[in-house]
T-cell receptor, first 113, second 111 residues
Framework: DAGVTQSPTHLIKTRGQQVTLRCSPK?????VSWYQQALGQGPQFIFQ???????QRGNFPDRFSGHQFPNYSSELNVNALLLGDSALYLC????????????FGSGTRLTVV | QKEVEQNSGPLSVPEGAIASLNCTYS??????FFWYRQYSGKSPELIMS??SNGDKEDGRFTAQLNKASQYVSLLIRDSQPSDSATYLC???????????WGAGTKLIIKP
């Protein structure tokens, strides 16, 4: 049973560029949440996708956008990259509803230079 | 005031001793509480979840919740060097299923 798969694992981009990160949820999960974790900080909620719609959004600018596909996989897009966007980006999948059913992927380490 | 607060540490504990990690939260409507362990460069891994006041035990781990004091803690008995990691406290409001995280406490178990 595959867990949450994220790609790529590492990425280096230049300021102003655009990046797309990908996530395949755990089998049976229908909800995908994205988090940003800066070094030495706890994860910060970016947004959550359910039924191909953005259901919740954290305090992130419109440069951060996403998409969920019919197979529940998801993409996170970041435009006009800033140095401050350098972080570990975590994808978590779950079944819709409350509870601890979050399964995290191994993350994508994004470095903006 | 941050929504979820933890002492950043590092907390240094001798091998075999009890490690005590603490977390406070500000929103009284919070209903679900979680402890995650995160090794350096890795993603968070769920250790314990707790939903009602009192203690919940799982192996060497015990989570304690006091909603009146808005306080949740994690005890690790018989600490092992492999327990050395950052421990993240996370709180969920059932109204939106969004996890709010503390910044984590770095735990070091000394052999």
């Amino acid at each position: 049973d595959a867990g949450v798969t994220q790609s790529p694992t590492h990425l280096i981009k230049t300021r102003g560029q655009q990046v797309t990160l990908r996530c395949s949820p755990k089998s049976g999960h229908d909800t995908v949440s994205w988090y940003q974790q800066a070094l030495g900080q706890g994860p910060q909620f970016i947004f959550q996708y359910y039924e191909e719609e953005e259901r919740q959004r954290g305090n992130f600018p419109d440069r951060f956008s996403g998409h969920q596909f019919p197979n529940y996989s998801s993409e996170l897009n970041v435009n006009a990259l800033l140095l401050g966007d350098s972080a570990l980006y975590l994808c978590a999948s779950s079944l819709d509803g409350p509870g601890p059913g979050y399964t995290f992927g191994s993350g994508t380490r994004l470095t903006v230079v | 005031q941050k929504e979820v607060e933890q002492n950043s540490g590092p907390l240094s504990v001798p091998e075999g001793a009890i490690a005590s990690l603490n977390c406070t939260y500000s929103d009284r409507v919070s209903q679900s509480f979680f402890w995650y362990r995160q090794y350096s460069g890795k993603s968070p891994e769920l250790i314990m979840s707790i939903y009602s006041n009192g203690d919940k035990e799982d192996g060497r781990f015990t989570a304690q919740l006091n909603k009146a004091s808005q306080y949740v803690s994690l005890l690790i008995r018989d600490s092992q060097p492999s327990d050395s990691a950052t421990y993240l406290c996370a709180v969920m409001k059932d109204s939106n299923y969004q996890l709010i995280w503390g910044a984590g406490t770095k735990l070091i178990i000394k052999p």
